[in-house]
């Protein structure tokens, strides 16, 4: 009996949800108008800091769902590690866990070193790789509005996301950028690529123009190691 009244009290709070006050397309427009310029000031937010920017370095957490064809998502990977960013185009990306490995550009060539297998990978940086994601657009690759269509997903005072859809050819679809909408620091990226794979990236301990060596955007291939040529 208790559980029979509980269901028709169920019902009836559902029933009156159902309809409940309902937001009339003035207040919808009123809203959207709202989120647009929220996201419009934490987008100029991240242009303004960034072009003061000339160096970045942090702590990273990476979480990579990857899309099989013809099957589910996998289950998400997660690796950790630190990296390095700097103008123009350069990086390190230093894999700590589960297993090391090293992705590094001089913003010319690429190498992505894999120790377990002794192997580096190299290509042009021209191609448009992107890794760990789309941090380093934020360091040299232009206007935000020029280059992206921005979108505010969410806005508050305290915290924005803002979707990026490329206005040229790209090798991802769009990305995403957690931002503080004061600052414009970036503490989250998240990428999904063309086949619909989705890598999202953390950075904790952010640290900014602290001048790297030249050194830590290069890559010594190790005695022994075989490389590989991508892209030529």
């Given at each position: 009996m208790i559980s029979r009244?509980?269901?028709?009290?169920?019902?009836?709070?559902?029933?009156?949800?159902?309809?409940?006050?309902?937001?009339?397309?003035?207040?919808?427009?009123?809203?959207?108008?709202n989120a647009d310029r929220c996201g419009d000031r934490a987008a100029t937010a991240v242009q303004k800091h960034y072009e003061g920017v000339r160096d970045v370095s942090a702590r990273f957490e990476q979480t990579t769902i990857a899309v099989k064809l013809g099957a589910s998502p996998s289950q998400p990977s997660v690796s950790r590690g630190r990296v390095a960013l700097a103008k123009p185009g350069k990086m390190r990306w230093t894999y700590e866990e589960p297993e090391p490995s090293l992705v590094v550009?001089?913003?010319?060539?690429?190498?992505?070193?894999?120790?377990?297998?002794?192997?580096?990978?190299?290509?042009?940086?021209?191609?448009?790789?992107?890794?760990?994601?789309?941090?380093?657009?934020?360091?040299?690759?232009?206007?935000?509005?020029?280059?992206?269509?921005?979108t505010a997903v969410t806005c508050s005072e305290a915290a924005a996301e803002l979707e990026l859809i490329p206005r040229q050819p790209a090798t991802y679809e769009k990305v995403f950028l957690g931002v503080d909408p004061h600052t414009g620091d970036v503490h989250q990226t998240r990428i999904v690529d063309l086949?619909?794979?989705?890598?999202?990236?953390?950075?904790?301990?952010?640290?900014?123009?602290?001048?790297?060596?030249?050194?830590?955007?290069?890559?010594?291939?190790?005695?022994?190691?075989?490389?590989?040529e991508l892209g030529q």
């Open positions: 009244h509980r269901r028709a009290a169920a019902l009836l709070i559902t029933a009156l949800a159902a309809v409940g006050p309902r937001a009339t397309a003035a207040e919808k427009a009123a809203t959207k108008a550009s001089d913003g010319k060539t690429v190498w992505i070193y894999d120790p377990a297998l002794r192997e580096v990978s190299t290509l042009p940086a021209s191609r448009g790789f992107l890794t760990g994601p789309a941090a380093q657009f934020l360091l040299g690759a232009g206007d935000m509005r020029r280059d992206f269509k921005v086949l619909g794979n989705v890598a999202t990236v953390e950075f904790r301990e952010q640290r900014f123009n602290l001048a790297p060596a030249e050194s830590e955007f290069r890559f010594e291939v190790p005695e022994g190691v075989k490389v590989i």
